[in-house]
Nanobody, 127 residues
C-alpha cells in the first residue's frame, strides 16, 4: 500500500509563487509515476504534470508549461510542484497521485491510470 500526503497550499497573491509537496510512504519502491492534478470550483479535474521514475521523464499540460515544474527528492520520497506566475484561475484543490504500473506518455496524463491519491491541498489566489 502507498500513502500520499500533500502540503504547501495556502493564500498567494496573483503573480506570486508557491511550491506544493507530496510525501509518499508505504511501499514507495513500487511507485512508477507521480502526477499532480487540480480541480477548480465548478470544473472537472485537470492534469498538470507527471514524472516517471525509471527515466525521469516528465510530462506537462500545455497550458502550464514554463510556469509549473515537477521535481522529486528520492531520499525523502517526495515530489514537488513549483508554481510560478500564479493566475486567479489557479484557485483550486491540488492533488498528487501515484501509479504502480508502467505507462506510455499519454497515460501519464489520464487520471484513471492512477490508483493512489492524497487528500489534497487548497491554493487560494488573491487579486
Amino acid at each position: 500500500q502507498v500513502q500520499l500526503v500533500e502540503s504547501g497550499g495556502g493564500l498567494v497573491e496573483a503573480g506570486g509563487a508557491l511550491r506544493l509537496s507530496c510525501a509518499a510512504s508505504g511501499r514507495t519502491s513500487s511507485i512508477y509515476n507521480v502526477a499532480w492534478f487540480r480541480r477548480a470550483p465548478g470544473m472537472l479535474q485537470e492534469f498538470l504534470a507527471a514524472i516517471r521514475w525509471p527515466d525521469n521523464y516528465t510530462r506537462y499540460q500545455d497550458s502550464v508549461k514554463g510556469r509549473f515544474t515537477i521535481s522529486r527528492d528520492n531520499a525523502k520520497n517526495s515530489v514537488y510542484l513549483q508554481i510560478n506566475s500564479l493566475e486567479p484561475a489557479a484557485w483550486a484543490d491540488y492533488y498528487c497521485a501515484a501509479s504502480l504500473l508502467a505507462s506510455s506518455a499519454p497515460l501519464m496524463g489520464d487520471w484513471t491510470f492512477y490508483t493512489h491519491w492524497g487528500q489534497g491541498t487548497q491554493v487560494t489566489v488573491s487579486s
